[in-house]
């Protein structure tokens, strides 16, 4: 089938090109879009250069599924249009809220995807909401989360490709003695952490926390309740998150282990020794979401603490997009 991406220039639309090609993906023709500035660029995909479209002059018609890798102004403006010959699944915010249009995690939620055709949008879930529900699932499936803590430790990579440059340019100055300046950040990112990432909203939370909290609660169960604290970290690529939670029965880590380690999606790195978890360097261009330090809560009954680690350009962003693809494609929802 013929495939689209708008945004084929920046980090994610990249990364949606490479797993495309990884996955040897059932392609007949791939449009690749990004704006005007960036029209004629060329980018290889399986050998092939192929150039860069203007987003204004491209016929959606052509292609049986468009990838939306642009930001929430792109998705915005163009997504409707689009979706009215094609099926859209958009990797930015916007839609995400929306009681009518899926929000899709192919390992947790899948089945919602019958109900694309209220506008024939998916969207991709935001990239540490994915990790943290790929291994909850399992766990509620047989427990019953009730409650769930979540702190986040994200890479600046989730910010996008400036911010990365940033962080780098930043460790440099550091070294050479210089004084430090911030542009993408509130603070410098360099050998520090910044407990926010998005803006504030009034209850004192920030947009990126109450995405947390409202996407879980979409994806699992509305009844989950939930709190986060989401931190930037200066690490390049890959998110982590440290999640307490507590479940509606008593809870066994042997089983927990043993249902994890089968569950899709998941890997169980979990050695009480040293080095016997995964971090961030570990899990960058890895489609698995890493699960490590599986233990009790003392303090709670029935609760236990994780650390999940992800990919958050893969998992977290592109691998999942392609990931719903082709479970349209298995359920046969691609035909109009």
Same mark, same amino acid.
């Given at each position: 089938m013929n495939i689209a991406i708008v945004g084929a220039t920046g980090n994610v639309g990249r990364k949606i090109i490479e797993v495309l090609e990884n996955k040897n993906f059932p392609i007949s023709e791939l449009f690749l879009i990004a704006s005007a500035k960036s029209a004629g660029k060329k980018i290889t995909f399986k050998?092939?250069?192929?150039?860069?479209?203007?987003?204004?002059?491209?016929?959606?018609?052509k292609v049986k599924i468009t990838f939306f890798a642009a930001g929430s102004s792109v998705a915005e403006k163009w997504a409707h249009i689009a979706a009215e010959k094609t099926i859209v699944i958009d990797n930015s915010k916007f839609f995400r809220k929306d009681?009518?249009?899926?929000?899709?995690?192919?390992?947790?939620?899948?089945?919602?995807?019958?109900?694309?055709?209220?506008?024939?949008?998916?969207?991709?879930?935001?990239?540490?909401? $994915?990790?943290l529900v790929v291994a909850l699932k399992p766990l509620h499936d047989l427990y019953t989360v009730k409650r769930i803590v979540a702190s986040t430790y994200q890479s600046v990579s989730g910010a996008g490709k400036a911010p990365m440059d940033e962080l780098l340019s930043q460790t440099?100055?550091?070294?050479?003695?210089?004084?430090?300046?911030?542009?993408?950040?509130?603070?410098?990112?360099?050998?520090?952490?910044?407990?926010? $990432?998005?803006?504030?909203l009034?209850?004192?939370?920030?947009?990126?926390?109450?995405?947390?909290?409202?996407?879980v609660k979409k994806i699992l169960n509305k009844k989950i309740k939930i709190t986060s604290t989401?931190?930037? $970290?200066?690490?390049?690529?890959?998110?982590?998150?440290?999640?307490?939670v507590e479940f509606d029965k008593k809870c066994?880590?042997?089983?927990?282990?043993?249902?994890?380690?089968?569950?899709?999606?998941?890997?169980?790195?979990?050695?009480?020794?040293?080095?016997?978890?995964?971090?961030?360097?570990?899990?960058?261009?890895?489609?698995?979401?890493? $699960?490590?330090?599986?233990?009790?809560?003392?303090?709670?009954?029935?609760?236990i603490n994780l650390w999940i680690v992800s990919d958050n350009l893969l998992k977290g962003a592109a691998l999942n997009a392609v990931e719903i693809a082709e479970s349209l494609i298995e359920k046969n929802l691609h035909e109009r």
């Open positions: 050998g092939k250069d192929h150039s860069v479209i203007d987003l204004e002059k491209f016929d959606f018609s009681p009518d249009i899926p929000l899709i995690v192919p390992e947790v939620n899948s089945k919602e995807l019958v109900h694309l055709k209220n506008k024939n949008i998916i969207a991709n879930a935001n990239c540490s909401v $994915i990790p440099k100055e550091y070294f050479d003695n210089k004084n430090l300046e911030s542009k993408y950040f509130t603070k410098q990112i360099a050998f520090n952490v910044i407990p926010h $990432i998005d803006s504030f009034e209850n004192g939370y920030t947009k990126e926390e109450q995405k947390t909290t409202d996407e989401c931190v930037r $970290i200066p690490v390049l690529v890959s998110h982590s998150i440290s999640a307490n066994n880590l042997e089983e927990i282990r043993n249902v994890l380690s089968t569950s899709p999606g998941c890997k169980v790195v979990d050695e009480q020794k040293d080095g016997g978890y995964i971090t961030p360097v570990e899990a960058e261009n890895k489609y698995e979401t890493f $699960i490590s330090r599986i233990r009790k809560d003392d303090s709670q009954p029935n609760s």
